[in-house]
């Protein structure tokens, strides 16, 4: 693919858009002096930052790569990891959820399963997490490579290595206020960036009835505008995608996943906590329509040069191609900014995720229960880059080793997002649950998850398991072995989880009077 030549006008939007994020990210890091203004801001942001974060948390370089190419793969059924995984779930996180975590005074979820069941659940987790964000930075350096690649020419080293540094600058300073000041300013940038991609290509086509006529009259999109497929879908089967993704995937991802909650935890109350989940929500309607539109575009305007999805067919070059097909300059660079904006704002939230979780799950009460307060924030920055590093390292072989960014990200959750949710449910509605039940919980459901994960090689299963099914059948593994443990242990004293369980007959009463 050849490269383009940005315009003046394009590198000074790119430019203006990098001094802006770096200069609010270095102003906010200026008020960072302890731990808790590090790993939870002091306790200080408004509902309606911590709310835009958690758009751009979610929505970043991986998905704006990803659903595109696998928009191009699969069609519209990929808008329902928004309508399906992500508005209704964080409106239940939203109201059931997050004032528990909140009021338990926790750093990370891991932390509240610890209180909930022991240390070794909480150890389990948090390894097990961090080892997820690691390789979501090394995805996320993938998806900045290919774009950059595809429209800028750059290597993909170079292009890892410039936005490994671009973003460790103020995030080790800064700590969670600033990644979240600088999200909020990014979340503006992305919905305008995506908007103009979709705007300039339905143009182009001729608009959206156009565009459906073109899909349905190719050979090889037969389910392309289904928003569940059928049953016997290679990939996304409609029963897979309301059990895998509805039951599953989706709220353990809002209720569970440290990079997401930690915004929440920051903010000054459980009312505004519940506040940011909702705008979140609201935005995030938007989303299917503005990330998977460029792949059903892209059947129409590059079938000629992507040829029809195959094994070796490379989905991460889908929206650079259209990038620099529609765009003219000066439009060209608001869309890099905003393609910029999925990058940093994505990378600083699983960084900073990770470091909370290796400070206060490991180093405090693992390594050094007595560490000090200025021991920690200074460990919490020195762990930024070595995360960075981690995930520059494993950047390649993921590149190497799956279709898009978006299927490498899913099977890599998939592997946690059951035996969580059936630890988190089991623990915060029932006071049966305990800790013997779930560490049978976390062995029997990561294990279900990897032999199905890699069951074409092991078992010969043709085509594998799709990553739904494994998030289905994992969650439903976990929940038995944390079932089937806690009956066959004795029961943790229903006074010592005051706080950590959903009262059932305190709210009950409540209603009734």
């Given at each position: 693919?050849?490269?383009?030549?940005?315009?003046?006008?394009?590198?000074?939007?790119i430019?203006?858009?990098?001094?802006?994020?770096?200069?609010l990210?270095?102003?906010y890091s200026r008020?960072?002096?302890?731990g808790?203004?590090?790993f939870?801001?002091?306790?200080?942001?408004?509902?309606?930052?911590?709310?835009?974060?958690?758009?751009?948390?979610?929505i970043?370089?991986?998905?704006?790569?990803?659903?595109?190419?696998?928009?191009?793969?699969?069609?519209v059924?990929m808008?329902?990891?928004?309508?399906?995984?992500?508005?209704?779930?964080?409106?239940?996180?939203?109201?059931?959820?997050?004032?528990?975590?909140?009021?338990a005074?926790?750093?990370?979820?891991?932390?509240?399963?610890?209180?909930r069941?022991?240390?070794?659940?909480?150890t389990?987790?948090?390894?097990?997490?961090i080892?997820?964000?690691?390789?979501?930075?090394?995805?996320?350096f993938v998806?900045?490579?290919?774009?950059?690649?595809?429209?800028?020419?750059?290597?993909?080293?170079?292009s890892?290595?410039?936005?490994?540094?671009?973003?460790?600058?103020?995030?080790t300073?800064?700590g969670?206020?600033?990644?979240?000041?600088?999200?909020?300013?990014?979340?503006?940038?992305?919905?305008?960036?995506?908007?103009?991609?979709?705007?300039?290509?339905?143009?182009?086509?001729?608009?959206?009835r156009?565009?459906?006529e073109?899909i349905?009259?190719?050979?090889?999109?037969?389910?392309?505008?289904?928003?569940l497929?059928?049953?016997?879908?290679?990939?996304y089967?409609?029963?897979?995608?309301?059990?895998?993704?509805g039951?599953?995937?989706?709220?353990?991802?809002?209720?569970?996943?440290?990079?997401?909650v930690?915004?929440?935890?920051?903010?000054r109350?459980?009312?505004?906590?519940?506040?940011?989940?909702?705008?979140?929500?609201?935005?995030?309607?938007?989303?299917?329509?503005?990330?998977?539109?460029?792949?059903?575009?892209?059947?129409?305007?590059?079938?000629?040069?992507?040829?029809?999805?195959?094994?070796?067919?490379?989905g991460?070059?889908?929206l650079p191609?259209?990038?620099?097909?529609?765009?003219?300059?000066?439009?060209?660079g608001?869309?890099?900014?905003?393609?910029?904006?999925g990058?940093?704002?994505?990378?600083?939230?699983?960084?900073?995720?990770?470091?909370?979780?290796?400070?206060?799950?490991?180093?405090r009460?693992?390594?050094r229960?007595?560490?000090?307060?200025p021991?920690c924030l200074?460990?919490g920055?020195?762990?930024?880059?070595?995360?960075?590093?981690?995930?520059?390292s494993?950047?390649?072989?993921?590149?190497?080793?799956?279709?898009?960014?978006?299927?490498?990200f899913q099977?890599?959750?998939?592997?946690?997002?059951?035996?969580?949710?059936?630890?988190?449910?089991?623990?915060?509605l029932?006071?049966?649950?305990?800790?013997?039940?779930?560490?049978?919980?976390?062995?029997?459901?990561v294990?279900?998850?990897?032999l199905?994960?890699?069951s074409?090689a092991?078992?010969?299963?043709?085509?594998?398991?799709?990553?739904?099914?494994?998030?289905?059948?994992?969650?439903?593994a976990?929940?038995?072995?944390?079932?089937?443990?806690?009956?066959?242990?004795?029961?943790?004293?229903?006074?010592?989880?005051q706080?950590?369980?959903?009262e059932?007959k305190?709210?009950?009463?409540?209603?009734h009077?």
């Amino acid at each position: 693919m050849q490269s383009l030549q940005l315009g003046i006008l394009d590198l000074m939007l790119i430019v203006g858009y990098l001094l802006v994020v770096g200069l609010l990210g270095l102003y906010y890091s200026r008020g960072v002096r302890t731990g808790e203004d590090f790993f939870r801001a002091g306790r200080s942001l408004p509902w309606w930052a911590a709310g835009l974060s958690l758009v751009v948390s979610d929505i970043g370089a991986k998905d704006m790569i990803g659903l595109a190419g696998d928009g191009y793969r699969y069609g519209v059924v990929m808008m329902n990891f928004d309508f399906l995984g992500c508005i209704f779930p964080v409106l239940i996180a939203a109201f059931l959820f997050m004032p528990y975590l909140w009021l338990a005074n926790v750093y990370t979820v891991p932390e509240y399963l610890g209180l909930r069941y022991d240390l070794r659940v909480r150890t389990c987790f948090s390894a097990l997490w961090i080892l997820f964000m690691v390789v979501t930075l090394a995805t996320i350096f993938v998806s900045a490579a290919a774009m950059f690649e595809g429209i800028l020419g750059w290597s993909f080293w170079f292009s890892v290595g410039i936005t490994a540094l671009t973003v460790g600058l103020y995030t080790t300073m800064g700590g969670l206020k600033a990644v979240v000041v600088t999200d909020a300013f990014s979340c503006v940038v992305l919905v305008i960036g995506a908007a103009i991609i979709c705007w300039s290509g339905l143009s182009e086509i001729g608009g959206f009835r156009a565009l459906g006529e073109a899909i349905e009259s190719k050979s090889w999109t037969e389910h392309h505008l289904q928003l569940l497929p059928p049953a016997d879908h290679p990939e996304y089967p409609w029963p897979a995608v309301l059990l895998g993704l509805g039951f599953v995937l989706g709220p353990a991802y809002w209720i569970g996943n440290q990079a997401i909650v930690q915004r929440t935890l920051g903010t000054r109350s459980p009312a505004e906590a519940r506040a940011s989940y909702i705008l979140c929500a609201a935005i995030k309607l938007f989303f299917p329509l503005l990330l998977v539109l460029p792949g059903l575009m892209g059947i129409v305007l590059l079938e000629s040069e992507l040829g029809i999805p195959g094994k070796d067919w490379d989905g991460n070059q889908v929206l650079p191609l259209l990038l620099t097909r529609l765009l003219p300059t000066g439009i060209l660079g608001i869309v890099i900014g905003a393609f910029l904006a999925g990058v940093l704002s994505n990378l600083d939230s699983y960084v900073n995720a990770a470091s909370t979780m290796l400070v206060h799950d490991f180093y405090r009460p693992l390594i050094r229960p007595s560490a000090s307060d200025p021991e920690c924030l200074s460990l919490g920055r020195w762990l930024v880059p070595i995360l960075l590093l981690l995930g520059v390292s494993m950047s390649y072989p993921i590149k190497q080793g799956f279709g898009s960014v978006f299927e490498a990200f899913q099977t890599f959750l998939s592997f946690i997002q059951g035996p969580l949710l059936a630890l988190l449910l089991s623990g915060m509605l029932t006071n049966r649950a305990n800790a013997s039940g779930a560490m049978a919980g976390i062995a029997l459901g990561v294990t279900s998850a990897a032999l199905m994960t890699f069951s074409e090689a092991l078992f010969g299963v043709s085509g594998g398991i799709s990553f739904l099914w494994v998030a289905w059948w994992s969650f439903v593994a976990s929940l038995t072995g944390v079932l089937m443990g806690s009956l066959l242990t004795p029961p943790r004293d229903p006074q010592s989880l005051q706080g950590l369980v959903f009262e059932w007959k305190q709210s009950s009463g409540s209603q009734h009077g």
